[in-house]
């Protein structure tokens, strides 16, 4: 996948200009799933690594260079993984803004800081209660899990798919935050971090209080510092990025107001196409008897969709979009389940990706029970 992204990257590179863009999109979606694949193999395979090494240093009370070169390349993988994949997932998404490299350093931080402090409290309660540490994480994955499907989550095509993929996504929470589901995260954000710092708190305390006798409190006093002031250090990066480096804007502080502003203000549709929408407005009524006549002497159903060229989008920060295409789509978007949409978005958009003339993805506008709005929804996931 890794090779077939600079596959892509190098075709844009040598391509004509509507080529160029084509092959450019092609190969930011392809870097987002290598992306979530990167992410999933991290949590699975280092993560349970870094805290068996960190065990073994703790029960031996030796560490070598190479142990700790090791470890700290895992700890780093593992805050990487989670920024990268940000990254990569707002760049594939034209609906998001982008978020800039100092905002993906300040979440390495954050994801770094976090992840320390959790894999530490992880190794010094496994070095004195192996099975008591084994029982407390199939717990804390079974709650995790079940929260996440509660979440109601739209990443796979079936739902027991989903149900599998949020179980996969259960273990990444057993060590860090990883938002599943768009929208605001202020109170899962609070609750997450809020029960991490009890587990770790308990989890420190019980090994302090049973530690074996030959461990100092000349090691404990400074091995529970760590613990916590990563914590603590974790948590003051992530208020940042959200208090100053978030794309799209200060997070903390916003009127509830706000969620109540026309949902029409945060879409941007080209001139043809709101030209094209108040027109079909202001003649849905003298049309709908004639088009219903005419579709149902054919088939017996409207049409569900309708593709047509527009103007390219005004200029901005992302790529120039060569000869897009809207699909109208005369569906109400949330009358069928969450995964079929997410199949149909994705099929569609490969599909008339796949054309020699169209070099972008399309732009899929659903019909709304207020109103006609354009939905800037474009492969995010697997």
Not at 42 to 68: D, K, M, N, R, Y
Not at 178 to 202: D, H, P
Request: hydrophobic letters at 45%.
């Amino acid at each position: 996948r890794y090779f077939h992204t600079i596959y892509l990257g190098l075709r844009s590179r040598q391509s004509g200009e509507n080529d160029r863009w084509r092959f450019y999109w092609k190969m930011v979606y392809e870097y987002a799933d290598v992306s979530m694949l990167h992410l999933l193999a991290t949590f699975l395979e280092s993560a349970p690594q870094l805290v068996l090494q960190l065990c073994i240093v703790v029960q031996t009370h030796s560490l070598q260079a190479l142990q700790g070169f090791t470890a700290a390349a895992s700890l780093v993988s593992l805050a990487w993984a989670l920024a990268s994949y940000q990254k990569a997932l707002r760049d594939s998404r034209d609906d998001k803004k982008p978020i800039s490299y100092m905002a993906v350093i300040i979440q390495f931080c954050w994801h770094f800081f976090t992840i320390a402090a959790r894999v530490i409290t992880f190794a010094l309660f496994a070095s004195v209660f192996q099975l008591y540490f084994g029982i407390f994480i199939v717990l804390h994955w079974c709650i995790m899990t079940f929260w996440i499907v509660h979440c109601e989550t739209e990443f796979c095509i079936t739902k027991w798919e989903e149900i599998v993929f949020d179980m996969v996504v259960g273990i990444i929470y057993i060590f860090s935050w990883f938002n599943v589901k768009e929208g605001r995260t202020r109170c899962r954000l609070f609750i997450y971090y809020f029960v991490i710092l009890l587990e770790n708190t308990a989890l420190s305390a019980l090994w302090y209080l049973y530690k074996a006798p030959q461990i100092a409190d000349a090691f404990a006093i400074p091995a529970l510092c760590v613990v916590f002031s990563s914590f603590l250090t974790g948590v003051v990066f992530m208020l940042m990025y959200y208090a100053f480096f978030h794309p799209n804007g200060p997070r903390f502080g916003q009127s509830p107001s706000c969620a109540c502003e026309d949902p029409a203000a945060a879409f941007t549709l080209p001139p043809e196409v709101a030209t094209s929408t108040l027109r079909s407005i202001s003649n849905n009524r003298s049309v709908a008897s004639d088009r219903d006549q005419k579709f149902a002497e054919r088939d017996g159903c409207v049409p569900v969709f309708q593709v047509r060229p527009t103007a390219p989008s005004t200029p901005s920060s992302r790529p120039p979009r060569i000869e897009e295409s809207v699909i109208k789509i005369d569906l109400f978007r949330n009358r069928y389940p969450a995964w079929e949409r997410h199949v149909l978005d994705r099929s569609l958009r490969k599909a008339i990706l796949a054309f020699e003339y169209s070099p972008s993805p399309p732009r899929l506008q659903y019909k709304d029970d207020a109103l006609i709005q354009e939905r800037l929804e474009y492969e995010t996931t697997l």
